[in-house]
């Protein structure tokens, strides 16, 4: 499964940005796809994951309200609508699929939230 993201950049606390990533196969045949973020010093740890079997979403609990995965099922594609951005949202953003029990990752993207 290839991913390729879009979207990131710095933006100021408060602002919103709003990430992309298009995947090389049909969402529902995958078994999650969704976004992780690592930070400096910190490990990767999952921000938001669309579970297509169910059609259900998880977030984590620092971003729930302000943060919304969507998705494009004809493009392949799924978006992380990032609002209300604090300085602690900063860290590099990865795009994640899991496809027959093997995940795969996008390049990253760099999110800058300044204070």
């Known amino acids: 499964v290839q991913l390729v993201e879009s979207g990131g950049g710095l933006v100021q606390a408060g602002g919103s940005l709003r990430l992309s990533c298009a995947a090389s196969?049909?969402?529902?045949?995958?078994?999650?796809m969704g976004w992780y973020r690592q930070a400096p010093g910190n490990e990767r740890e999952l921000v938001a994951r669309?579970?297509?079997?169910?059609?259900?979403?998880n977030y984590a609990d620092s971003v729930k309200g302000r943060f919304t995965l969507s998705r494009d099922i004809a493009k392949n594609t799924v978006y992380l609508q990032m609002n209300s951005l604090k300085p602690e949202d900063t860290a590099v953003y990865y795009c994640?699929?899991?496809?027959?029990?093997?995940?795969?990752w996008g390049q990253g993207t760099q999110v800058t939230v300044s204070s």
């Open positions: 669309f579970i297509p079997s169910i059609s259900n979403t």
């Open positions: 994640q699929a899991n496809y027959i029990w093997s995940d795969y």
């Open positions: 196969r049909n969402i529902f045949s995958l078994n999650t």
